[in-house]
């Protein structure tokens, strides 16, 4: 088993680590206090590639593999997950179900665009009764012949106001249960298509998350992406990449909270000694570095996995399952390490100890991780 990256992986690795330094950390806790979406790094993300690493050149995206992805992710996450989050949703969610299962039009029309950070995309799937239960959706797309008339309402929509191309689940055919489910590409401005307010949110505060209101939509039959009642499958083989994506958010996370407790315990002092000199400290350290090397370890395999072509449903629940609680519990300790100075936004720490909490719950909570593992170990 080979654990060195290429050089291109080492260029991405650097590229990712200049964004989020430069462009990312001034301001951060001004965008997160604010609520203020991140326009300029988005913009920015654009002019580097970030926001179709994995589209084909065909349609305007970088070509890269997976595990290219997943570095940057890892960066970025360091220091901003509100961006990352933004690039997560654009990358796994939106652009890669286009170009895996949409039409040659479909990706000229709307991949192209979502892949050169023209225009960015969100994924519409949970509703105020279907988080975890995603078949239990309560958007309707009426079949009216040469287009479906939607209505209904999305939760938790990430980069709900900021896109312009959104995949809506929606339920065409009760009775079919989850093979009466699809996938519907609506655009902003559609008439009866209404973004409501932004969430004021524990963490990513900077992000654009909204409710998402369908009244009498009408959208063409072209825009539904395969065939009749596919949406279901749809959303979990796209999700199940997805979750890649937001493990390597939480081990970002989880990175940036480390390499911030290893410098402040070098400064600060106690009893005359570095704090990292004592032992208390010093084993809090190791155990985060040894934890998050693991989940490093675990993004990284079922990034390989997927770009091998091989089946990922499994690795990608590990990685994120442990990813996230890893996150989790080691921006407490980084508080902790801070004392005082955790506790305050100036240090950052207590920034990322509220995004990371999130980690846990979008995409599949952990405890949808864990059936998903589960069914693997017992089938």
């Known amino acids: 088993m080979n ?4 050089e291109e992986h080492l260029m991405i690795r650097q590229a990712a680590r200049d964004f989020a330094q430069n462009d990312c950390k001034p301001g951060v806790i001004e965008r997160d206090t604010n609520m203020k979406w991140p326009a300029e790094q988005v913009k920015k993300m654009a002019e580097l590639g970030f926001l179709g690493m994995m589209v084909s050149p065909e349609y305007g995206g970088g070509g890269m593999d997976t595990l290219s992805y997943v570095i940057a992710m890892e960066e970025i996450s360091k220091v901003d ?11 796994s969610l939106v652009c890669w179900g286009l ?5 040659e039009e479909q990706k000229r029309k709307y991949l192209v665009p979502l892949a050169k950070g023209e225009k960015i995309g969100a994924f519409c799937l949970s509703e105020p009764e279907a988080g975890s239960d995603a078949t239990s959706q309560s958007t309707i797309a009426i079949d009216m012949g040469d287009h479906y008339l939607l209505n209904g309402t999305k939760n938790w929509i990430t980069n709900g106001g900021c896109a312009s191309t959104y995949l809506v689940i929606a339920q065409t055919d009760v009775t079919k249960g989850h093979k009466g489910i699809n ?3 609506v655009e902003k401005g559609m008439p009866g298509f209404t973004v409501g307010k932004k969430e004021d949110k524990l963490g990513i505060r900077a992000s654009d998350t909204h409710t998402l209101m369908f009244s009498d939509v009408k959208v063409p039959k072209e825009n539904r992406i ?3 009642g596919f949406g279901f499958k749809f959303a979990m083989k796209t999700l199940s990449g997805g979750r890649i994506g937001i493990a390597a958010q939480a081990l970002g996370i ?5 390499e911030l407790a290893v410098d402040y315990s070098k400064q600060r002092k106690a009893f005359k000694k570095e704090i990292i000199n004592h032992q208390a400290v010093a084993f809090k ?9 693991a989940a490093r370890l675990l993004v990284y395999k079922a990034a390989r996995l997927k770009d091998a072509g091989k089946n990922y449903d499994q690795a990608s629940a590990m990685a994120k399952v442990f990813a996230s609680e890893t996150a989790m519990k080691h921006t407490v300790e980084a508080v902790q390490i801070h004392g005082g100075y955790g506790y ?18 979008y995409e599949g909570t952990s405890e949808v991780q864990r059936i998903v593992i589960s069914r693997g170990v017992l089938s």
Do not use: P, W
């Open 3 to 6: 654990f060195s990256l290429s």
């Open 81 to 91: 997950a509100s961006c990352s989050v933004l690039m997560s949703v654009n990358n």
């Open 99 to 103: 170009e895996e299962f949409g039409t």
């Open 183 to 185: 996938v519907l590409i």
């Open 226 to 228: 395969g065939e009749d």
């Open 254 to 258: 989880a990175a940036g909270a480390y």
């Open 285 to 293: 350290l190791a155990d985060m570095a040894t934890e998050i090397e």
């Open 344 to 361: 305050v936004k100036e240090y950052h720490v207590e920034r990322l100890m509220r995004d990371a909490k999130i980690t846990q719950i």
